[in-house]
């Protein structure tokens, strides 16, 4: 382990930021009224992506310029200098980021924000024959894909080939297979009855590997809760328990349950079952035992690399072992806070100190304006005023002209918390 570089008076090496994510983007614009050196934020994407409201955007519930803003944008007058580039080779040792572009840039301070990247487990055919949803991308490819899928089924007089054409297999019950499922159960029939087909053929099967639903979930309740939503929807979803996929074809999911193999015919294969360390991260230069048991690096309580403490980690791309926090937008978002707080503090020659995450519950979306919100993962509501306080909560943190609306919306949000707490 070695200590961290003294800098020059006459060289002042920027704060960089790799990845403009929550936990990226939020680390910049708490830094951005430092005035002790530059501050480069690195995306390889012209826009934020507000990615727990990306099923709003399929359902065209919000529109695309609030969850999609540019970081030109986001930055403006900021101070902060954004960089269009994909991260090629990160080189702790000499502290330089190498771009696809061959631009290098040293620092003096390193925020790994990169998030994680889609695994396939190795499945054959997953990767060429589903669907991801990450990106505002995904999401228009998606429905205009679903769309046109409806409207061929609208002209097959073949009885199985018409349902295979209404049929979407989502590989994985956890939180986004369930909100994809509820989503779509309720969207494609307001898509398909217009066209003059019949909404009950619609089906919508969930594939889960394990023995239930939200597994990362720790609340029954929730689970309970998500089952019954499930079961409310407009159209069909099922939920297919010990369901281990083999291999997607063309058109078509093979999977094992109770040791028989089954194959399910669906034009549409969505993949939400696992993620992947990011390549780059894989490819840091620490020690074996300063990763956990999926290649991630091991951070301590203060978001620092052990072995370079110049360099902070945040989202899903680190874990802190004793404190150990889930992939959400909220924790990404407190975690960008505390990571420029300690590189604020680091400047003026104090100590960092433990990121300190609040999580104010789970919010989940359960359909059509439907949500189903655990606030302090003690109180649940559900419905139409769930959805709101699950909006209001996500707009909360978007530094951008929906503020105009949060403004409007944080009494609500507040006034609905103290009310269930009792406060």
């Not at 396939?120 to 997953?126: E, T, V």
């Not at 609208?154 to 590989?171: C, F, N, P, S, Y």
């Not at 929730?222 to 996929?245: I, N």
């Not at 960092?352 to 919010?363: I, Y």
Request: proline fraction near 5%; glycine fraction near 8%; charged fraction near 20%.
């Amino acid at each position: 382990m070695r200590s961290p570089a003294q800098i020059d008076e006459n060289d002042n090496p920027p704060i960089l930021i790799l990845g403009g994510g929550f936990a990226g983007l939020f680390a910049a614009l708490h830094l951005r009224d430092l005035h002790s050196g530059p501050i480069i934020l690195i995306d390889q994407s012209w826009n934020f992506v507000f990615k727990p409201l990306l099923y709003e955007l399929l359902s065209s519930e919000v529109k695309l310029e609030l969850i999609c803003p540019r970081y030109d944008a986001l930055l403006h007058k900021s101070g902060i200098t954004f960089v269009l580039g994909t991260v090629e080779a990160i080189d702790l040792d000499q502290k330089q980021v190498k771009l696809d572009s061959g631009l290098k840039y040293s620092y003096r301070y390193l925020v790994l924000a990169l998030g994680s990247t889609t695994s396939y487990l190795g499945i054959p055919g997953a990767k060429e024959h589903t669907r991801s949803f990450r990106t505002a991308y995904d999401t228009f490819a998606l429905g205009q894909h679903l769309r046109n899928r409806l409207q061929i089924a609208t002209q097959t007089e073949d009885i199985e080939e018409r349902h295979a054409m209404l049929t979407v297999a989502i590989v994985g019950g956890g939180a986004s297979g369930v909100e994809m499922a509820a989503t779509l159960a309720d969207l494609l029939p307001t898509w398909y009855i217009p066209l003059g087909g019949n909404p009950q053929e619609i089906r919508i099967v969930i594939l889960q590997r394990g023995s239930e639903i939200l597994k990362e979930s720790k609340s029954d309740r929730l689970r309970e809760t998500a089952q019954s939503a499930l079961q409310q929807r407009t159209a069909s979803v099922e939920v297919l328990l010990g369901a281990e996929v083999k291999a997607v074809h063309p058109g078509a999911v093979e999977f094992e349950r109770n040791g028989q193999l089954e194959t399910l015919a669906a034009a549409t294969v969505i993949w939400t079952a696992g993620n992947a360390t990011h390549p780059v991260i894989d490819a840091l230069s620490i020690a074996p035992e300063n990763r956990d048991e999926h290649n991630r690096p091991l951070v301590k309580p203060t978001l620092q690399l052990p072995e370079f403490p110049e360099v902070f980690a945040a989202g899903d791309c680190a874990i802190d072992l004793l404190n150990p926090q889930p992939a959400t937008a909220q924790v990404a978002y407190q975690q960008g806070a505390a990571i420029a707080h300690n590189i604020k503090a680091l400047i003026a020659g104090k100590s960092p100190t433990p990121a300190s995450v609040n999580l104010r519950g789970t919010l989940m979306k359960l359909g059509l304006h439907q949500s189903a919100v655990e606030i302090f993962d003690r109180y649940e509501v559900k419905g139409q005023l769930g959805q709101a306080i699950r909006l209001a909560t996500y707009l909360e943190l978007m530094p951008t002209p929906a503020r105009n609306f949060v403004n409007g919306m944080e009494w609500f949000t507040e006034e609905i918390l103290k009310q269930i707490a009792g406060v």
